[in-house]
């Protein structure tokens, strides 16, 4: 990994249970190719997206820990937008095709800090989305979020601590709007 890159970074991940390996008879062959990327906007803000793809080539003997999960969203906990996704209702399963595409925008202050006396609250707005397809169940998800953030500086630490709105929608799940709260 090249740091300060203006490029993304490619990653390419390869999993193969080998059958009569160590007495195992697990058969299966997995790829997963994604990108990602950190960027600033001038000073409107840093932006962040990953886009990912995962492919079972075989899949011929799995167990439960070899198949791939996209897992349900907290009730309440807003987690890692660019890895997981704040809306999905349900815990999916897979051991065919997957892609998922994830976007989020931080604005460090550049917008809030436009409207009067909201400079002094150090507020920041986030906003962003992201999309997901499962090839072996046709689902297709996807949602929009956006948020206020601030953060504390404790002892040497930084936290930052938010509130966000989710829409998301799909294919196979009606339309719903979900509040979040985040302590990262």
Known sequence: IILGSAWPTFNFYYERGI???FGSDIDHEYIQLSMNQTFKIGTIGTSSYRVSGGLFTGAKNLRDPDFKFQRRSDPLWFSNPLYSFQGLDTLLRTDDMSLEAHFVHHDNGAIINKIPFMKKTRVGLVFGGGALYVKEHNWLHYEVLAGLERNFKLSR????????????AGNKSAPRFDY?????
């Open 180 to 184: 979040k709260i985040s302590f990262a």
């Open 157 to 168: 630490r930084r936290l930052r601590v938010g509130l966000y709105g989710v829409f998301s």
């Open 19 to 21: 059958p009569s390996l």
